[in-house]
């Protein structure tokens, strides 16, 4: 039986997810390639929603996540900041534990799921 992830977490503010598994790969995304572009390539989703998905990290939190420059030489760019590498870590340890927790009770639960045959 596989097991990728058993739970997904997501951490909100009001009626909104100010960081999830999505924002996380976003934001690793926009590290490995220096580019919001350049990372909503690599994810195969719109320069428009991964915007959007930075404007929302970048006002949930009370310092910005993702610092973009405009223009310029080398056509602007973006990285994230250190904030962002405390909220990635921080993120994927919860996730860890939250796996770990629900570890037993997953695997019965999936015992119960239909197989795909």
Same mark, same amino acid.
């Given at each position: 039986?596989?097991?990728?992830?058993?739970?997904?977490?997501?951490?909100?503010?009001? $009626?909104?997810?100010?960081?999830?598994?999505?924002?996380?790969?976003?934001?690793?995304?926009? $590290?490995?390639?220096?580019?919001?572009?350049?990372?909503?390539?690599?994810?195969?989703?719109?320069?428009?929603?991964?915007?959007?998905?930075?404007?929302?990290?970048?006002?949930?939190?009370?310092?910005?996540?993702?610092?973009?420059?405009?223009?310029?030489?080398?056509?602007?760019?973006?990285?994230?900041?250190?904030?962002?590498?405390?909220?990635?870590?921080?993120?994927?340890?919860?996730?860890?534990?939250?796996?770990?927790?629900?570890?037993? $009770?997953?695997?019965?639960?999936?015992?119960?799921?239909?197989?795909? $045959?």
């Amino acid at each position: 039986m596989t097991n990728s992830k058993t739970v997904r977490l997501r951490v909100m503010q009001g $009626d909104t997810i100010a960081f999830g598994p999505g924002k996380a790969a976003l934001l690793l995304a926009i $590290d490995r390639t220096g580019s919001i572009s350049g990372a909503a390539r690599e994810m195969e989703m719109s320069y428009r929603r991964a915007w959007l998905l930075v404007e929302e990290m970048n006002r949930c939190f009370k310092q910005p996540l993702v610092a973009t420059a405009t223009g310029g030489a080398k056509g602007g760019g973006a990285s994230i900041t250190e904030l962002a590498r405390e909220v990635v870590a921080c993120y994927q340890h919860m996730q860890k534990k939250a796996d770990s927790a629900v570890e037993k $009770d997953m695997q019965h639960l999936q015992s119960l799921i239909a197989g795909k $045959d």
